[in-house]
Nanobody
């Protein structure tokens, strides 16, 4: 059973930076594709960034140039570096994993963490 545990969420001011981490446990064969998603109150969950098992990445237009997804396979950890944060980035951030070419579509992913909150104040 794959388990994911996010950390790093915090409250920051507009223009600030945060790095989210997602520790992944329980997979013993090929590296899964993984993604970061967020959900703001009253809104649907949306894809933020994804990294496929071949290392290719994709980003939502709203975060391109500001957020960077990366992974450390030796540590089984996924990261999301978030720079130039804006109030509209405020949301609960989730990491997700599964096998296949999955992109930024939430329902493509089977395994989810519990989320870490990010609040950006103006």
């Amino acid at each position: 059973q794959v388990q994911l545990v996010e950390s790093g969420g915090d409250s920051v001011q507009s223009g600030g930076s945060l790095r989210l981490s997602c520790a992944v446990f329980g997979y013993t064969y090929s590296t899964p594709s993984m993604g970061w998603f967020r959900q703001a109150p009253g809104k649907e969950r949306e894809g933020v960034a994804a990294i496929e098992s071949d290392g290719s990445t994709s980003y939502a237009d709203s975060v391109k140039g500001r957020f960077t997804i990366s992974q450390d396979n030796a540590k089984n950890t996924l990261y999301l570096q978030m720079n130039s944060l804006k109030p509209e980035d405020t949301a609960m951030y989730y990491c997700a994993a599964d096998w296949g070419r999955l992109g930024l579509i939430p329902h493509n992913y089977k395994y989810w963490g519990q989320g870490t909150p990010v609040t950006v104040s103006s």
